[in-house]
Every structure is written in C-alpha cells, then in structure tokens.
C-alpha cells in the first residue's frame, strides 16, 4: 500500500501568513494527489487535483506542486476562511489513501 | 446543482449488519464512479470502497474487505454500501463521493454509524 506521510499535522498560523503543508508518497504516483479542506462538522471539499490542477471555484491563493515524491499545498496568503484541516490523497492505485491530515488553527 | 444525500446509519450492535445509502442527482454514473470514505469521531479520512461507473468492479480497502459490499442502481441513481459483521472500530461518519479520476469532486454530507453494545 502506499503511504502518505502529512506534515506538519498542526500549525498555527496568522491571517497573511503564506502557510506550506508537505505530502510525501511512499512510492511514485504519477501525480495521482489531490488536497482537501475539511472544517469542523462538514464534509471534505476538493481544492487541488492532480498535483497542481484548481478545482474550479477554489481561490488561487491555493496553489499545489511536486517534487519527486513529496507534494506540498501552498497557501500564498491565508485568510480567516482557511483555517481548517487539510488531507492529501493518492489515486494512483488502490488501495486509495489520505494522509493524516493538518490542522491549520489561528495563532 | 450536484447533490449527495447518503442514509441509512445509526446505532447497531457489534456483530450486527446495516446498509447504507447515497442517492446522487447533478451528476452522471456514466462518467463518474463512485466511493465511500469514512471518518472515525476525532480521526482523519479512510477510503473504504469505490466501484467503477460499469458496477462492473469493486475494490475494498484491507480493514472492511469480506465485510462490507458496494453495490449501484442506475435506474435510481443510487449507491450502497452493505456492511456486515460491524465491530466498534467501524464507528465513524460515512461519506459518498463522485470519483472522476484522479479525485473526488463531490461528497455527501455524511451518515453516521454508531456501532455500540
């Protein structure tokens, strides 16, 4: 199976602040990750797919990129709306996997 | 508008059954597959089933496999999620999304299968 090792799994972070949260596979992927933002009570929202492809509606202070087999969510410029936790996700091959999440809070 | 509306959860026993439901309306089965993904109270994200858009396959991750059966009714725009043999470790939120590859584009709000004594 493929691991998804998420890090940091909590960060605190400031309104402006650029916010980075890193995704290493276990194995390559081919690019198959997708990012999801979840807050509290709610279910998961697509923000990025294929490694760097905006879901259509997401802001483009969120942007997703790759390098080997580490992926990272950049979030340029956080805002009060952003605050929430975030998943990785490999759909290369099954079976699929998410990471272990990070919660991004207010500092 | 794309709408999931999953059902069927509540309190079971250990060693007891329940299926769930997902109707899905805004979206075609012909393009997109489909999957259950599930929460444990306080817990990250854990795929459990996807079936392709034909119902012609089905794929289960190791902790639910010989338990748990995902099935499609086209005509009623609906998918299932029959679970079997369920243990206090399958407490959680269970979510159906849309899978067009390579992610999950739509979600359900969730049902929530509580499995206590």
């Known amino acids: 199976d493929i691991q998804l090792t998420q890090s940091p799994s909590f960060l605190s972070a400031s309104v402006g602040d650029r916010v980075t949260i890193t995704c290493r596979a276990s194995?390559?992927?081919?690019?198959?990750l997708a990012w999801y933002q979840q807050k509290p009570g709610k279910a998961p929202n697509l923000l990025i797919y294929?490694?760097?492809t905006l879901q259509s509606g997401v802001p483009s202070r969120f942007r997703g990129s790759a390098s080997g087999t580490q992926f990272t969510l950049t979030i340029t410029s956080v805002q009060p709306e952003d605050f929430a936790t975030y998943y990785c996700?490999?759909?290369?091959?099954?079976?699929?996997?998410f990471g272990g999440g990070t919660n991004v809070d207010l500092k | 508008e794309v709408q999931l509306v999953e059902s069927g959860g509540g309190l079971v026993q250990p060693g007891g059954s329940l299926r769930l439901s997902c109707v899905v309306s805004?979206?075609?089965?012909?393009?997109?597959?489909m999957s259950w993904v599930r929460q444990a109270p306080g817990k990250g994200l854990e795929w459990v089933s996807s079936?392709?858009?034909?119902?012609?396959?089905?794929f289960y991750a190791e902790s639910v496999e010989g338990r748990f059966t995902m099935s499609k009714d086209d005509s009623r725009a609906t998918v299932y999620l029959q679970m079997s043999s369920l243990g206090v470790e399958d407490t959680a939120i269970y979510y159906c999304?849309?899978?067009?590859?390579?992610?999950?584009?739509?979600w359900g709000l969730g049902t929530l299968v509580t499995v206590t004594s």
């Open positions: 999304a849309t899978y067009i590859t390579p992610r999950f584009d739509y």
């Open positions: 805004g979206v075609s089965f012909s393009t997109h597959a």
């Open positions: 079936i392709t858009t034909s119902g012609d396959a089905t």
């Open positions: 194995q390559g992927i081919s690019g198959s």
């Open positions: 294929a490694t760097s």
């Open positions: 996700q490999q759909l290369h091959v099954y079976p699929l996997t």
